[in-house]
């Protein structure tokens, strides 16, 4: 048996069955656990974004971010599979826009992961462009 993704160990099996498709549990879980900051999830060793942080300043900074997110996906949504994240762009309300690629339950999926470079939230959205 596969392991759980992050928040479907605090919820029930009716509460993941409630209607809302597999994409959009996935969505959610992402959004919660990217928007996590490093120590404040201190129940889980290395939980949490913040290690970006460090690198401010620096031509490292936008791989560092991209390594940390991807890194979260991967160890936090197990049902995305083959995971990619590509830095898209920014917009002059200071998010980062990226795309997420993988595969779920066998077909493709992507997720547009927005980045806001001042406060550090991180919106999640299903991809609308075909």
């Not at 974004?49 to 971010?65: A, I, N, S, V």
Request: charged share 30%.
């Amino acid at each position: 048996m596969s392991r759980p993704a992050f928040m479907d160990k605090f919820t029930s099996s009716w509460q993941r069955q409630s209607g809302d498709g597999e994409l959009e549990r996935v969505r959610l879980n992402l959004e919660s656990v990217l928007n996590t900051k490093e120590g404040y999830g201190y129940f889980v060793e290395g939980f949490g974004l913040g290690r970006y942080t460090e690198k401010f300043g620096t031509q490292d900074l936008m791989k560092t971010l991209t390594g940390e997110m991807l890194s979260s996906v991967e160890r936090h949504e197990p049902r995305l599979k083959d995971a990619e994240l590509e830095l898209r762009g920014r917009d002059s309300g200071l998010w980062l826009h990226f795309v997420l690629t993988g595969t779920l339950s066998g077909e493709p999926c992507t997720l547009r992961i927005l980045f806001h470079t001042v406060s550090g939230q991180v919106r999640v959205e299903e991809d609308e462009e075909p």
